[in-house]
């Protein structure tokens, strides 16, 4: 059996281990977060989250740490405790063992997951091994740490300066926010933040480092400050620059549609806040994040998840204006971004 390695990666302040005899899923890790491994971590400083994760080549049991007496049974291969919370689920249609600890304020948690065609799928660089190798096993348990530590929640969104102005692109999947953020750059003194999902908290965002999946059609979008980590056939992957500007407040929060022709017109906080936190609940990595993150928000009583994050974002946008933006079926990405700097000029027109 090869021997565990490990890797520490920094994201957003928190330092998170990885341990794994995997050799596939280390080498696809090191590849996606090159720029943000520890070279040298402290043996002394303890990691913020720890992931041990392994594959299982026998099929796992049904049935879940029916040994641990500490443990209550709530439901159907689920048990948890004041600090553990260990259930089976499927991922991707593969069976995972998972077993979460709170320790203090570090997580602590061990996957293991059976090892159907697995190998298989870590030598195809795909969109599935992306969400299941980083969101599930990498970007949720941050989410989850940073949203019950630090009070500040995963949004999916974009998010850019146009016009010496911040703007919040939230929307659904196809929507264009990668495209419009990467179109944003063209213009000077452009800034790009983020371009699927951000944090917040009631006051700020913040961006979230994930690599850019770019096809091959729209690489001349790429500014040569973006690094490129690996490619394909048919796409590359891109790492985009640290921010010197951590934290940001927003100027516009932009809640797009499609249109037969463009309009603009201003949104109500309140609308938009909840019309933001349902397609937030829709798009497929944000979908799957919150349905383990209420079982392991099983853990700590009373902490209601999603009643936290809709205070926050309301009194977020509380402080921006709010639109909701219609792009017209036959607007190019740069009419779009015309639109949003003039909306920042103050030139557009809306109802």
């Given at each position: 059996?090869?021997?565990?390695?490990?890797?520490?990666?920094?994201?957003?302040?928190?330092?998170?281990?990885?341990?794994?005899?995997?050799?596939?899923?280390?080498?696809?890790?090191?590849?996606?977060?090159?720029?943000?491994?520890i070279q040298e971590p402290s043996d002394q400083?303890?990691?913020?989250?720890?992931?041990?994760?392994?594959?299982?080549?026998?099929?796992?049991?049904?049935?879940?740490?029916?040994?641990?007496?500490?443990?209550?049974?709530?439901?159907?291969?689920?048990?948890?405790?004041?600090?553990?919370?260990?259930?089976?689920?499927?991922?991707?249609?593969?069976?995972?063992?998972?077993?979460?600890?709170?320790?203090?304020?570090?997580?602590?948690?061990?996957?293991?997951?059976?090892?159907?065609?697995?190998?298989?799928?870590?030598?195809?660089?795909?969109?599935?091994?992306?969400?299941?190798?980083?969101?599930?096993?990498?970007?949720?348990?941050?989410?989850?740490?940073?949203?019950?530590?630090?009070?500040?929640?995963?949004?999916?969104?974009?998010?850019?300066?146009?016009?010496?102005?911040?703007?919040?692109?939230?929307?659904?999947?196809?929507?264009?926010k990668t495209t419009l953020a990467l179109q944003?750059?063209?213009?000077?003194?452009?800034?790009?933040?983020?371009?699927?999902?951000?944090?917040?908290?009631?006051?700020?965002?913040?961006?979230?480092?994930?690599?850019?999946?770019?096809?091959?059609?729209?690489?001349?979008?790429?500014?040569?400050?973006?690094?490129?980590?690996?490619?394909?056939?048919?796409?590359?992957?891109?790492?985009?620059?640290?921010?010197?500007?951590?934290?940001?407040?927003?100027?516009?929060?932009?809640?797009?549609?499609?249109?037969?022709?463009?309009?603009?017109?201003?949104?109500?906080?309140?609308?938009?806040?909840?019309?933001?936190?349902?397609?937030?609940?829709?798009?497929?990595?944000?979908?799957?994040?919150?349905?383990?993150?209420?079982?392991?928000?099983?853990?700590?009583?009373?902490?209601?998840?999603?009643?936290?994050?809709?205070?926050?974002?309301a009194q977020l946008l509380n402080q921006a204006?709010?639109?909701?933006?219609?792009?017209?079926?036959?607007?190019?990405?740069?009419?779009?971004?015309?639109?949003?700097?003039?909306?920042?000029?103050?030139?557009?027109?809306?109802?």
């Amino acid at each position: 059996m090869t021997a565990d390695q490990i890797m520490r990666i920094g994201l957003h302040d928190r330092t998170i281990e990885i341990i794994s005899s995997s050799e596939d899923f280390m080498a696809y890790l090191k590849k996606q977060f090159l720029y943000q491994i520890i070279q040298e971590p402290s043996d002394q400083q303890q990691p913020d989250i720890s992931l041990h994760i392994s594959w299982s080549k026998s099929a796992l049991s049904k049935m879940v740490s029916v040994e641990k007496s500490n443990l209550r049974r709530i439901a159907t291969n689920t048990y948890i405790n004041d600090t553990q919370c260990v259930y089976m689920d499927k991922i991707n249609g593969r069976r995972t063992k998972v077993d979460l600890t709170i320790e203090g304020r570090r997580l602590r948690i061990f996957v293991v997951q059976e090892e159907k065609k697995y190998r298989r799928l870590f030598k195809k660089d795909n969109d599935e091994l992306m969400r299941e190798a980083c969101y599930h096993f990498v970007y949720y348990p941050l989410f989850f740490h940073l949203q019950h530590f630090s009070g500040i929640y995963p949004l999916h969104a974009a998010a850019f300066k146009v016009s010496g102005k911040i703007f919040v692109f939230a929307g659904l999947d196809k929507m264009g926010k990668t495209t419009l953020a990467l179109q944003s750059l063209q213009r000077p003194e452009a800034l790009f933040i983020s371009d699927n999902i951000i944090f917040h908290d009631e006051k700020s965002i913040f961006p979230c480092y994930a690599p850019l999946k770019i096809s091959n059609e729209n690489r001349f979008l790429i500014p040569e400050s973006f690094r490129e980590i690996t490619r394909s056939k048919d796409r590359a992957y891109f790492s985009p620059p640290a921010s010197s500007e951590r934290e940001h407040r927003p100027d516009y929060i932009i809640v797009p549609c499609f249109s037969r022709e463009p309009f603009t017109k201003e949104m109500p906080p309140a609308v938009a806040s909840s019309t933001i936190m349902n397609s937030n609940m829709l798009a497929s990595e944000m979908k799957e994040y919150f349905n383990a993150a209420t079982l392991w928000n099983l853990i700590i009583a009373g902490d209601v998840l999603l009643i936290k994050q809709n205070n926050a974002l309301a009194q977020l946008l509380n402080q921006a204006k709010c639109y909701h933006f219609g792009i017209g079926r036959a607007e190019t990405p740069y009419q779009t971004l015309e639109r949003l700097a003039n909306l920042a000029n103050r030139k557009e027109q809306y109802a």
